[in-house]
Nanobody, 122 residues
Framework: QVYLAESGGGLVQAGGSLRLSCAAS????????MGWFRQAPGKEREFVAA????????WYTDSVKGRFTVSRDNAKNTVYLQMNSLEPEDTAVYYC???????????????WGQGTQVTVSS
């Protein structure tokens, strides 16, 4: 059974930083494509960032480019989302997702975590 566990969320002031982690088990992480999504209250879940299995290609939604960085450590079965210069608009539940074939910005990933709350105060 595939299990994705997000951690690292919390409350931070605007301009601050957080690093989210997503530990994966039950799949061959080294060939899994990983994505980060977020869902704010009353809004649909939206794409944030993604990284392919090798780590050589990444994607970001425009609103986080230059502020967020996605990375992975295949030896630790973990994907990270470093979030800098956080804004109140970044407040949401952040989810990681995994897929053995698909990589990109749509919600087509096969596996999802439970999410971690990020709250940015102004």
């Amino acid at each position: 059974q595939v299990y994705l566990a997000e951690s690292g969320g919390g409350l931070v002031q605007a301009g601050g930083s957080l690093r989210l982690s997503c530990a994966a088990s039950g799949l061959t992480f080294s060939i899994a494509n990983m994505g980060w999504f977020r869902q704010a209250p009353g809004k649909e879940r939206e794409f944030v960032a993604a990284i392919i299995w090798s780590g050589t290609t990444t994607w970001y939604t425009d609103s986080v480019k230059g502020r967020f960085t996605v990375s992975r450590d295949n030896a630790k079965n973990t994907v990270y989302l470093q979030m800098n210069s956080l804004e109140p608009e970044d407040t949401a539940v952040y989810y990681c997702a995994a897929d053995m074939h698909y990589a990109g910005s749509s919600k087509s990933y096969d596996y999802w975590g439970q999410g971690t709350q990020v709250t940015v105060s102004s």
